[in-house]
């Protein structure tokens, strides 16, 4: 049987395929035959990448490969690997990322020896040659928990504000469930609706001190980097994570982190400026349509804890005239109910 399944998303990141490639088969040494698979999906990619998935079809050990008839976006892509992997155990890597040799060893272990519905893990931020190491913030390392419990307190980051899929190995019940699937056609933020559903419905949880990932920043290729419309996919995401947290059990305790977090994320993009200005304008309507669309007192509360520029941007913006229908998007967030807020901060947010 298959023990780990590995999903890794390639879009045009032909530069970087070969690192994360190598790294693929360096770890495939650390497992006896048919123990370990890598779901390569191709994302429609029209840069030569395609090419260096047929030969790692061949030549890497329990490589397959999901070639995808348009462009999707990595979430679509990582439900494509999942739809055909086999594991016990799954996990992510970002296709111009790589992985250290035995992670996948050390990883699949991990889960093994604590026998909870899923496992974080820290990482290693590569910027050109510097290296930086993210930690999950989260106190207890190697003690199963109850997920519930690291999406608060509402003050301080959380496991949920390190939103990373790569970071981490989920057990093959969460798929099964549905828990483990991405919202289909998003482009970015697509790892934040995700990781409140895992915390909120997964079962058990545990942090452990692995550092494995390498992760790449600055690739030319990134939307962080490029600016264009799919960027606004942020709006949708954060509007999912709030209508599924409002109906949720424990939604009074928890609606305030997630409105605190959109709040910051919304000032973080409004101060970017990566976007020409006709994007911008869509950006400013659409960001103030999702300020209107939250609940008044929630956003007030978090408004009130945020230091003076940030608080009298965002108010300025939430007073703005409605523009048209189709700058302000998606409306999924206006079953969000009306709560006594707390006030909360998020990795967006420092």
Known sequence: MVKLSVIVPFGNVRPYALDTLRSLRVNSAEFDKGEIEFVLVDDFSTDGTSDLLDRAEKDLPGAVVVRRARRGGVA???????????????????????????????????????????????????????????????????????????????????????????????????????????????????????????????SSFAVVGLTGVFYRRGVATSLTRIGDERQLDFVR?????????????????????????????????????????????????????????????????ALDSMDVERSARLRRLRRRPTLSPALGAAPVAATAPTTTPTTTTGEDAR
Do not use: M, Q
């Open 76 to 202: 679509t892509a990582r439900n494509s690997g999942l739809d055909v992997a086999r594991g016990r155990f799954v996990t992510f890597l970002d296709g111009d990322d790589w992985v250290a040799p035995g992670h996948y060893r050390d990883l699949s272990a991990a889960i093994e020896s604590l026998g909870c519905d899923f496992v974080r893990t820290d990482h290693v931020v590569c910027t050109g040659r510097r290296r930086t190491l993210a930690r999950v913030p989260h106190g207890r390392r190697g003690t199963v928990l109850d997920p519930r419990d690291a999406i608060l307190p509402a003050h301080r980051t959380t496991s949920v504000d390190y939103a990373y899929a790569w970071a981490g190995v989920y057990h093959r019940r969460l798929w099964e469930s549905g828990v483990l699937r991405f919202d289909d056609g998003l482009h970015t933020a697509e790892d934040r609706p995700w990781i409140w559903r895992l915390h909120r419905e997964a």
């Open 237 to 301: 995401a954060y509007d999912l994570l709030v209508a599924e947290t409002s109906r949720d059990r424990n939604a009074e305790a928890l609606l305030p982190k997630a409105v605190r977090t959109y709040c910051a994320v919304i000032h973080h993009h409004l101060t970017g400026d990566r976007f020409e200005p006709r994007l911008a304008r869509t950006l400013r309507a659409r960001c103030a349509a999702a300020l209107r669309r939250l609940p008044d007192d929630l956003v007030r509360e």
